[in-house]
């Protein structure tokens, strides 16, 4: 602030410079920028999330959607304004789950994932079309690590929304995560009318061994009782009579095993 300079400026100047000067007007500049920088840096992980995301649902047979930032913050956004309705009317989980729940057969171990965004979005399907089935692409791991991994999901940090309605475990053990009747997000364009069920395998191949083959004929039998639908006329299908994708590979691999597999639905339907 030399004597001449300041000398020579107009009133407005001076005022101008007076209020810049302002220590709580350098305090505000001062936050703005902090601000820029944190959101500069809150873009560029959202960048990185989204990109890791990308990698770990190329890698999954389940078809679930990759959730990029925008989409993700839409998604939470329409979570919360969901979750601010059911506080305000009768809850939208106590409907959906009174839909289907009671009537599941008793081997079927009722683990429900918390609902959110990415796992169990808390919606209700349309009228029921089909029953799919798919492989989970992971050989070894069980139905347990499967339903855990659907619900560490629901903490958001993956961006990645996977999940199914049942799956079924290499000792033949049945969990269901999300009631039927209720969207999963496991068959893409046909999440909303579906029942899905994954499945579990030893190797590979991706071929079930007998305990799992055994629940889910069992299992799909019932679900086509349940839903009137008819295994041998596209009441059952797989994964990729939806999006051509190899799943489950063994099925799609190996078409007489698939029509032997809808034979024996069909034929678990004529004997209950
Ligand atoms: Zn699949």
Known sequence: ?????????????????????????????KQKRQVKRLRQAASVLMVIAAFFAGIAVGKGCSGGNT????????MAEAFFQEEAAKKRSTSDLQKTETVD??????????????????????????TIQA???????NPGTTAQ???????ELSKGEDGVSISSNFVIGLEGEVIACVPPGEVAYASN???????????????VTGKFNPATYESLVKLTGWLCCKYQLDPLNGGVIRHYE????????????NE?????FLQDVQDWIDTH
């Not at 046909?190 to 030893?202: A, F, G, K, L, W």
């Open 101 to 126: 729940t009671t009537e599941l057969p008793d081997y079927v171990d009722e683990q429900y994932l918390t609902v959110n965004p990415y796992s169990r979005p808390g919606k209700k399907t349309d």
């Open 145 to 151: 690590q499967n339903r855990d991994y659907f619900e």
């Open 256 to 260: 007489e095993s698939w029509q032997a």
């Open 242 to 253: 939806v999006t051509g994708k190899i799943c489950p590979k063994y099925f799609v691999e």
């Open 1 to 29: 602030m030399q004597e001449p300079v300041w000398k020579n400026r107009s009133r407005e100047e001076r005022i101008r410079f007076y209020e810049q000067s302002r220590p709580q007007n350098i305090r505000q500049k």
């Open 189 to 203: 364009n046909r999440n909303s009318d579906t029942v899905s069920i994954e499945n579990c395998h030893p190797d």
């Open 67 to 74: 959730v990029i930032a925008a989409e993700r913050e839409a």
């Open 131 to 137: 029953v799919v089935i798919h492989y989970l692409a």
